[in-house]
C-alpha cells in the first residue's frame, strides 16, 4: 500500500478530470470578465470623447474672448479634421476681431490670418494636437461655447446628436453616447 502512495506522488501530469474541471473553471471565469472589459472599453472610450469635447470648446471660448468676437445670434461651428487639414463651415453670425466672418475654411499649417473661421481652425489645430480624423459640432451663444460634440471619423454628425434647445442640448428621450451607427459620441456638457 505504501508502494503504491508513493507510486501515485511520483506520477506527473494531470487526469482528464482535473483538465476537464480547470477549463471549466476558466471559461466560467472568462464569461464573467469578457462582458465587464468590453463594458469598461466602451467607457473609456466615452470619458476620451467627452475630454475631447470639452478640451475643444475650451479652445473656442479663449480663442473667441482672446480676440473679442461679438456675436449676435447663435452660430454653428460644424468642423472636421481629416489627416493634418481642419475644415470648418461659414458662420456669417460672427463679427469682430479684425477678421472677415461668414466663408468656409480650411487649415493645413498655415493660417489665412484675415478669415476668422481659418484662424479659429489655426487655434484648435494647434491646441489639440492629438486629435485625428474627427468630426465637431459646437453651438456658440451669447459669447460662449454651450455645446459641443466630438466624435471620430470624418462623416458629420447631423442626425446623430440630441436635440438642440436654445443652445444646450437635450438628453431626455434616451439619447446615449453611442449613435445607432455605433460612433461613440463625446459631447460637452456631458451627458447627465
Known amino acids: 500500500m505504501i508502494k503504491r502512495i508513493q507510486e501515485l506522488k511520483a506520477r506527473r501530469g ?18 464573467i470578465l469578457v462582458p ?5 472599453v466602451a467607457t473609456a472610450r466615452i470619458t476620451s470623447a467627452n475630454s475631447n ?6 479652445v473656442i471660448d479663449a480663442f473667441m474672448a482672446g480676440n473679442q468676437i461679438a456675436q449676435s445670434s447663435e452660430a454653428v461651428f460644424k468642423i472636421t479634421v481629416s489627416g493634418n487639414t481642419w475644415s470648418c463651415t461659414a458662420l456669417p453670425e ?30 484648435l489645430a494647434d491646441d489639440l494636437t ?34 438642440i434647445n436654445n443652445g444646450q442640448p437635450d438628453f431626455s428621450g434616451g439619447w446615449s453616447n453611442q449613435s445607432p451607427s455605433g460612433r461613440i459620441i463625446g459631447t460637452y ?3 447627465s
Request: glycine share 14%; proline share 4%.
Open 14 to 31: 494531470f487526469t482528464i478530470v482535473e483538465l476537464v474541471v480547470v477549463i471549466a473553471i476558466i471559461g466560467v471565469l472568462a464569461a
Open 36 to 40: 465587464m472589459i468590453s463594458n469598461t
Open 53 to 58: 469635447a470639452t478640451n475643444i470648446t475650451k
Open 94 to 123: 460672427l463679427s469682430g476681431g479684425g477678421f472677415s466672418w461668414g466663408s468656409a475654411a480650411t487649415y493645413s499649417g498655415t493660417p489665412n490670418s484675415s478669415s476668422g473661421e481659418g484662424m479659429l481652425l489655426a487655434a
Open 130 to 163: 492629438g486629435i485625428g480624423d474627427s468630426a465637431i459640432y459646437v453651438v456658440f451663444k451669447d459669447g460662449f461655447a454651450r455645446f459641443a460634440a466630438y466624435a471620430t471619423g470624418t462623416s458629420a454628425l447631423d442626425g446623430e446628436l440630441p436635440p
Open 189 to 191: 456638457p456631458q451627458r
